[in-house]
């Protein structure tokens, strides 16, 4: 079940000494503090005690360090003396300083930074683990964390050697990207003569492809995932799953043999697989019944404990699984997923429109009714003026006048918004362009482009081929392409693009798709240091998603390496899903 690899694949880089580089360092700051207390005694003063020092270890932001001066505040006014340190993670920012020093503790505590800003949850997977990002920059406008994407960069390419073939999309890319090659030019000597150990980098905005992350996963990791929540790589499992009266947190990784073989599964195929791993199991442990008593000792030592690693694993994913389906069923989740690849195919948008306004006054769930109207007003280049007011008055009295910022938010990300009068003509347009040379076509869709933006998803799902043409039913036991993680229905967006660049070694021959995703002046190509690069090497890819990455795109591409040759790892400010996406852009806080 699980994507063996061919043989001829590449070794995946040992991550390990990410996790010593910053547990070093955390040291090292931590040990600062000792230093402190030297000096202390060398003059002669008391030295603090272990309950007279604080130490903050935080993220750079303005309400910590509010938190922190009031306590800082409230000691003066005890008359406790103490010794403040505050450790930023990943970098330290010169606002948070100015938020102390407005409330008149900045000569009290001590600043340090932690750059702990690659955290690898899993053989191929990195994280930044900066949820944060998304709302920052693809909402505000804020620019701070991208130094800090650079910086990560920069880490990898010392560790790892240069990067031979550099591609990216989306204008964080390619800041993130120019920053970076900054940082190599002052530090070029550390990466001269280094052969690359990963051959390809792509650097992906969130916002290239909005439509992936807003759709329903079912693939096995990204359905926990939505219904669980995966946090930093574990997930904690209530009472419904364990069959107990405990949590069990999880850690969902490479280690553990039964989820390594069905996470990038379709769901479907899940519980088939479960229940043919049980009767394995079963008959493994029946094996004791022949045995002697030499055999039986070795039986012991050698595999009972392993074995009952496993039952305890099986016996978890299963109740998952059971706790899946249960929640599922109760809204209705088949109607929703027929519901969404209406959407992406451009079929029946009257009747889909007419289930989301009965998802809105059912009340079934605010940030699932909002997925589906981003859904709809993506793949359809904005709502027609009449259903966006409809809809958003509907939800508004179904679920509160206080979401009213949460859809000024969506309009400004690019995620909800309202077609402009003349960008209905793209229809007529293309029935002009058909009666016309291709030439003289090109001229009308310039003047038509004025007056009227043109429906980009369309257009990019048929120059892309991302809604597949199948004849009969799609196998999801044996899938022919990256379609499997959305049953058969669509090709995330993302993901073909890398696989299209991949092919063509550049940007080239995707002119007009990287016009239709406007990102004509933010597409790049960088390839420099390929003859020092092994053929092993060039086939080792890492993927950078820039505003975070959903299992689902993970496991399509996982699936690409395993049919291409490649291997693929990735780097994500944050794993991502729908609903955290729309909790993002939320001002109602759940």
């Known amino acids: 079940m699980a994507f063996p690899h061919r043989p001829d694949a590449p ?49 750079p932001r303005i309400k910590n360090m509010r938190y922190v001066a009031s306590l800082v505040n409230a000691d003066k006014l005890a008359g406790r003396t103490r010794k403040y340190k505050v450790i930023f993670s990943p970098q330290k920012f010169h606002a948070c300083e100015m938020v102390l020093e407005e409330e008149g503790v900045f000569g009290d505590v001590s600043c340090d930074e932690w750059a702990f800003s690659l955290l690898p949850l899993d053989v191929d997977l990195l994280s930044m683990e900066l949820p944060e990002f998304f709302r920052d920059y693809f909402l505000e406008g804020d620019q701070r964390w991208i130094n800090t994407v650079a910086q990560a960069l920069h880490l990898l390419s010392t560790l790892y050697g240069p990067f031979p073939n550099c591609y990216g999309i989306g204008r964080c890319s390619k800041m993130s990207y120019e920053l970076w090659r900054k940082l190599e030019e002052e530090e070029d000597g550390e990466t001269k003569g280094r052969r690359p150990e990963i051959g390809h980098i792509f650097l992906l905005d969130r916002d290239v492809d909005f439509v ?14 939505d219904t669980f929540r995966i946090k930093c790589g574990s997930v904690d499992f209530g009472p419904e799953v364990t069959s107990s009266d405990r949590s069990l ?38 094996r004791r019944r022949g045995m002697d008593i030499k055999q039986m000792k070795n039986f012991v030592s050698q595999e009972l404990k392993g074995l009952k690693q496993e039952h305890r694993l099986l016996s978890v994913h299963i109740g998952a699984c059971e706790s899946i389906m249960k929640k599922k069923t109760k809204q209705d989740f088949q109607e929703l997923i027929k519901t969404e690849h209406a959407l992406l195919e451009g079929f029946n948008i009257r009747e889909s429109t007419s289930y989301i306004e009965e998802h809105i006054d059912r009340q079934v769930s605010p940030i699932e009714s909002l997925r589906l109207m981003c859904l709809l007003s993506i793949t359809e280049n904005g709502l027609i003026p009449k259903d966006y007011r409809s809809l958003k008055t509907q939800y508004l009295q179904s679920y509160g006048p206080e979401h009213l910022l949460t859809f000024s938010n969506l309009r400004r990300a690019g995620l909800l918004t309202e077609q402009a009068p003349g960008d209905t003509l793209t229809a007529v347009e293309s029935k002009v362009s058909k009666l016309v040379t291709d030439k003289a076509a090109g001229k009308i869709t310039d003047a038509f482009s004025s007056l009227a933006k043109k429906s980009n998803f369309r257009a990019l799902s048929k120059k892309l081929n991302l809604i597949p043409r199948v004849d009969g039913e799609y196998d999801l036991k ?20 890398i696989e299209q660049v991949l092919e063509r070694r550049s940007w080239q021959g995707l002119d007009e798709v990287v016009r239709l995703l406007n990102c004509g002046e933010l597409a790049f190509t960088d390839m420099t240091k390929e003859d020092k690069a092994s053929s092993e090497s060039l086939r080792l890819i890492l993927v950078v998603f820039l505003g975070g990455c959903t299992f689902s795109e993970i496991s399509a591409l996982r699936f690409l390496g395993r049919e291409k040759g490649y291997r693929f790892i990735f780097l994500t400010t944050a794993v991502t899903n729908s609903a955290r996406l ?3 852009m939320s001002e109602v806080k759940a």
């Not at 992936?212 to 995932?225: K, N, P, R």
């Not at 049953?487 to 993901?495: D, K, R, T």
């Open 249 to 286: 947190k999880v850690l969902l990784n490479a280690e553990d043999k039964v989820f390594s073989e069905i996470r990038n599964e379709h769901f479907s195929n899940v519980f088939g697989f479960l229940s043919q791993k049980a009767r394995n199991l079963q008959a493994q442990y029946d």
């Open 11 to 59: 070794e995946l880089p040992d991550f390990s000494m990410l996790k010593r580089l910053a547990r070093d360092q955390l040291i090292y700051l931590l040990e600062q503090q000792h230093e402190v207390d030297k000096l202390y005694k060398v003059e002669n003063k008391p030295a603090l005690s272990s309950n007279e020092q604080l130490c903050f270890l935080v993220r």
């Open 478 to 497: 044996v899938p022919r392409d990256m379609a499997y993680v959305f049953s058969g229905a669509y090709v995330p967006l993302s993901c073909r693009l």
């Open 212 to 225: 992936t992350a807003l759709c329903s996963q079912v693939v096995y990791e990204g359905l926990v995932d």
């Open 582 to 584: 729309m909790e993002a």
